[in-house]
């Protein structure tokens, strides 16, 4: 069965940096993209990153840019989203989300994951 588990969440002042960490349980994150989202009370989830497994590829939301950096750690089956220069609009639940398998649609579509974890909490404030 596939469980993902984030962790790294915290709150931090504006400018400030933070790196969270999905681990993956159940199968090999090799062939399959994983991205993170992220989600505010009221508000749609929106993607901020992808990671294809096999092949390293990545992609950012166009708010998150220069900022944040999505790698991962093919030895611990872990992905990680190192965010740096921190803004108050960076706060929400972040969770990380896979495929059951590649599918090549959009990466920013939430419904193409089929699993996703429970989502660890970052704030942003002074």
């Known amino acids: 069965q596939v469980h993902l588990m984030e962790s790294g969440g915290d709150s931090v002042q504006p400018g400030g940096s933070l790196r969270l960490s999905c681990t993956a349980s159940?199968?090999?994150?090799?062939?399959?993209?994983m991205a993170w989202f992220r989600q505010t009370p009221g508000n749609e989830r929106e993607a901020v990153a992808v990671?294809?497994?096999?092949?390293?590829?990545?992609n950012y939301a166009a708010s998150v840019k220069g900022r944040f950096t999505i790698s991962r750690d093919s030895a611990k089956n872990t992905v990680y989203l190192q965010m740096n220069d921190l803004r108050p609009e960076d706060t929400g639940m972040y969770y990380c989300a896979t495929e059951s398998s590649f599918t090549g649609g959009d990466w920013s579509n939430e419904y193409i994951y089929n699993y996703w974890g429970r989502g660890t909490q970052v704030t942003v404030s002074s």
């Open positions: 990671i294809h497994g096999s092949r390293g590829l990545t």
């Open positions: 159940g199968y090999s994150q090799e062939s399959r993209r």
